[in-house]
């Protein structure tokens, strides 16, 4: 019997920088998929409207998922940058890290704040 297929896990949220200004539109929510031994994937969407990363009833951050050979509970650490966040970046997350990739889908709110 051919195994299941792996659904992704999906993320969408605001973002905010210092705590209190919403991220401008443009900006890059990263969500880090890190392995260990400098081995990580990278996984972004984009900010829009201004503070804004996805929706509940719409475009959400796809993490995982067929063919993207994330392990089950690999950690996530989630980024807000002007820019892409480079491979092995020294940022601090964005005052999340608890969430982990899962071999069940979920879908799940993020409040960002990039100090």
């Not at 992704?8 to 920088?17: E, I, R, S």
């Not at 069940?104 to 100090?115: A, E, F, G, S, Y």
């Amino acid at each position: 019997m051919p195994a299941l297929p792996q659904f992704p896990n999906v993320f969408y949220g605001t973002a905010k920088l210092g705590g209190t200004r919403l991220a401008p539109v443009g900006w890059t929510v990263t969500a880090v998929a890190d392995w260990g031994l400098d081995t990580e994937r990278h996984f972004t969407y984009r900010v829009d409207p201004r503070g804004k990363w996805g929706s509940g009833n719409g475009g959400k951050m796809k993490v995982g998922g067929e063919g993207e050979d994330l392990e089950n509970l690999t950690p996530l650490n989630f980024f807000v940058t002007e820019g892409e966040l480079p491979m092995n970046s020294e940022l601090e997350p964005a005052g999340h890290g608890h969430f982990y990739a899962d071999r069940r889908p979920h879908i799940t709110h993020v409040k960002l704040c990039q100090d």
